[in-house]
């Protein structure tokens, strides 16, 4: 059983509690099963997705839509950065 501490609308707070909370994917609201693995900081993202919106770059790893285009990014910049090396060869 869970606990959350909720802010009613009169300003008071309650304690509520009731069966764990569902995680719910951050980019469609499905059910999510897994959490994003893009690095940040000390740790990583851990951003509720779902099957349907990962993105598994390697095995055991899975991005958010939005790390997944931050990684489609750094993949471009770093083909492009080896592009430019072998012409200055």
Excluded at 54 to 67: F, G, I, N, Q, R
Aim: charged share 25%; net charge positive.
């Amino acid at each position: 059983m869970a606990c959350e501490h909720v802010t009613l609308p009169g300003g008071g707070t309650a304690i509520v509690c009731g069966p764990r909370k569902r995680n719910r994917c951050t980019s469609c609201g499905r059910p999510a099963s897994l959490l994003c693995d893009w690095k940040v900081g000390e740790g990583t993202c851990d951003q509720p997705i779902c099957s349907r919106c990962t993105t598994s770059p390697a095995p055991d790893k899975d991005l958010c839509p939005s790390h997944a285009a931050a990684f489609e990014r750094w993949k471009a910049s770093r083909g492009e950065q080896e592009s430019q090396r072998s012409t200055e060869r």
